[in-house]
């Protein structure tokens, strides 16, 4: 055993330093493990942003360069890990601190305005019921064409874009109606959108896709290509 002071006083002095030097070897080992990790986030993106150069240099010879997607699954993968340590108290910064503020991101209600909407040709699609399902089920009657519901999706037409206009008939029973009872509509089914309440078409979403994933056609220089075909 190491000789140790009689005195408490020298003994609480001895613990203040050997708990101060425990604390600053504890942040030190802290920072250390912090900068090994900035580092070696630093690394997968040089190495992301290596191959994306490499692409863009020996382009067609892209196609055989697996890397990228490699690096992103692994830069993905550290960055859950991360978030799933726990969050030391002192790592924290004080709400205080403006340059630490959450920033909300406000995103604009509706959809976008689109350019030369207006201007594109018009498709109508009109969707009527059959004979058979326009019988009233509450009294046998033939319902009546009470409205429509309408709505726009924009299509891509190999060389030009179209607007199609879908109008799905609405009818409605009108004995039951005059007899105050629960008038019986029914409305024409359209074929289904691949995204709900889109207005992009199959086809100019495939088009879309195919033009950036497989052509590697960045979305600004596909934006200049629909302006130039009027849209």
Known sequence: MPNLPEDSASLKAMLRSLLAERDREKQRAEEQRKRADDLHIQNLRLQLELARYKKWYYGPRADRLNSTSELAQVLLDFGQELEQRPIHPEDVPPASEPEYELRRVKRRKGRRSL?????????????????????????GVQRQESGAEESWQIEYIPGHFE?????????????????????????????????????????????????????????????????RQGF
């Not at 201007?119 to 699609?125: A, C, G, K």
């Not at 607007?163 to 609405?170: A, E, F, G, L, S």
């Open 163 to 227: 607007r199609i206009h879908h109008v799905r008939k609405k009818y409605a029973c009108v004995k039951c109606e005059r007899s105050g009872e629960a008038p019986q509509m029914a409305v024409a089914a359209r074929a289904e959108s691949p995204i709900d309440k889109g207005m992009a078409g199959p086809g100019l979403l495939a088009y879309i896709v195919t033009s950036k994933f497989a052509e590697y056609l960045p979305l600004y220089r596909l934006e200049a290509v629909f302006a």
């Open 115 to 139: 350019a030369d909407f207006e201007n594109l040709p018009v498709t109508t699609q009109v969707y009527e019921l059959s004979a058979e399902e326009r019988t009233c089920p509450g009294c």
